[in-house]
């Protein structure tokens, strides 16, 4: 009997043993596939640098992003390689979740400052290396890697700035010009005036390291104003150099304005689809609303037209002043409003106003590039012209236009027609300079002595150098 069924077991266990076999063969080679697929992915990282601007100065950050969705992040490192030099500036570990799973983190992003000096390096052309591996167990468990180069420049050393105009003679409210060299591009270099800022650029001297900047100062700086040249180079390198100068005070006119009911009764309902809101209401407030906000929206977006200019000189020679006109109202007037006896609000005047007889035609005060033409709310139908390197006239309460944007106009060529649009009380044209974005004595402009020994001297001394 024992023998028999000592048979039968064995027969049992030999119709077990393919079950046993396919179990084993499963037990070995699920995690033999597994890890050949997932754990051994042979997909490198993707890397990316980001750097500001291949030109780096004292310090510049480097960001680098590493991404691993296979097997996460193993180690990222980078090096600065410059004239032959190399030095490590980074090196780090991610952590991992296990043998089985890989790397925790699957993106990261780390930042690494670049200080050339305190790294010991020299000024010169070079590269970023990184490389960046991940968790694959791959490469005998060292995973994938991937490498990138990005070429860098090194500068540290300040731009020299070499003033070629000397003395600048301003009056409050008035125009200047300062020329420099500059020992390297500067994409940003010019005259700084108190917290004010004006560009400079190069193009107008024969000698192309050759800087100009038109400057003003605004009627409200006063004689302490500090006046300087500032360059500052593409790796950020910043040198400022004191601006000799004398500042002449001038003192500004009151002026009073009687507002009447005609007055607001003709010109108010105009300035109704600027406050739609408040159209109808009480009319003193409304023409509040317009002398106050109306007229910084305005000279606003006066100021984005010429935040724009052309970097040539236009025009030669004194500017045009209205032909057979009187001057009704004079730069930086400081007006007060009247009404019913009573004060009712303060502005200052940014132009000069010329009465001639009604619609007289209006020429181009110098040649120049026609920047501006349209309805400017309190300044009415109004034309700007682009002289180039900052320096624009404005011509307001127009009753007719003849010129179009982007249109080229000649030293007395007819633009316009005067008139009372906008908040004009009568037939006149508001006539205004600017400096980019500061409004100007346009006095200075129309003398042809103060043109010469300001600037055009000036020009001619950084040409001839
Ligand atoms: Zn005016």
């Known amino acids: 009997m024992a023998p028999k069924g000592k048979d039968s077991l064995k027969k049992k266990i030999s119709a077990l043993k393919p079950i046993l076999v396919v179990t084993v063969v499963l037990l070995i080679s699920i995690p033999a596939v597994w890890l050949t697929i997932i754990r051994m992915e042979g997909t490198a990282p993707t890397l990316e640098i980001e750097l500001e601007s291949p030109f780096i100065g004292a310090s510049r950050t480097v960001t680098v992003s590493v991404d691993d969705a296979g097997s996460g992040v193993r180690k990222v490192w980078m090096s600065l390689l410059v004239e032959g030099h190399e030095v490590e500036i980074l090196q780090r570990t991610f952590s991992s979740a296990g043998f089985f799973a890989g790397g925790k983190e699957k993106s990261v992003q780390v930042d690494a400052t670049v200080a050339p000096q305190s790294l010991g390096l020299a000024d010169g052309k070079g590269v970023i290396r990184v490389v960046a591996w991940d968790y694959s167990l791959r490469k005998w468990g060292k995973g994938n890697r991937v490498y990138l180069e990005k070429e860098i420049q090194i500068d540290t050393k300040a731009p020299s700035i070499d ?3 000397r003395v600048h003679n301003l009056y409050q409210g008035g125009s200047g010009v300062a020329l420099y060299r500059l020992s390297e591009d500067c994409p940003v270099n010019g005259v700084s005036v108190g917290d004010h800022f004006y560009p400079g650029y ?39 150099t004191g601006l000799v100068h004398h500042i002449n005070a001038r003192s500004f006119r009151k002026d009073t304005i009687n507002l009447s009911d005609k ?11 600027y406050f739609p809101e408040s159209s109808g209401g009480n009319r003193l407030e409304r023409f509040l609303k317009v002398n106050r906000e109306l007229r910084l929206r305005d000279n606003e977006a006066i100021c984005r037209v010429t935040a724009h200019t052309e970097k040539e000189i236009l025009w030669e020679g004194p500017f045009l002043r209205l032909p057979r006109s009187a001057n009704r109202a004079r730069f930086a007037d400081q007006r007060t409003y009247l009404y019913g006896g009573k004060v009712i609000d303060h502005q200052v005047h940014m132009g000069i106003d010329l009465a001639s007889t009604a619609r007289s035609p209006v020429p181009a005060a110098n040649r120049g590039k026609v920047a501006f033409t349209g309805d400017r709310g309190i300044y009415g139908n109004t034309v700007i012209l682009d002289h180039g390197f900052g320096l624009f006239t404005l011509y307001a309460h ?6 179009a944007e982007g249109q080229m106009v000649e030293k007395g060529e007819p633009i316009a027609q005067t008139g009372m649009t906008g908040l004009a009380g009568g037939d006149h044209l508001h006539y205004g300079t600017l400096i980019h974005q500061t409004c100007v004595n346009p006095v200075e402009w129309w003398d042809a002595a103060w043109i010469q020994n300001n600037i055009s001297a000036k020009i001619d001394d950084a040409g001839s150098r």
């Open 163 to 165: 003033l070629i105009s």
């Open 202 to 240: 190069a193009g107008q001297a024969k000698d192309p390291s050759v800087y100009m900047a038109f400057f003003a100062l605004d009627y409200r700086q006063g004689k302490e104003t500090r006046l300087a040249v500032t360059a500052e180079d593409y790796a950020g390198n910043r040198s400022t």
């Open 398 to 403: 127009l009753s007719r236009i003849d010129v």
């Open 263 to 273: 007055f607001f009764n003709t010109k108010m309902p105009d300035f109704d689809r």
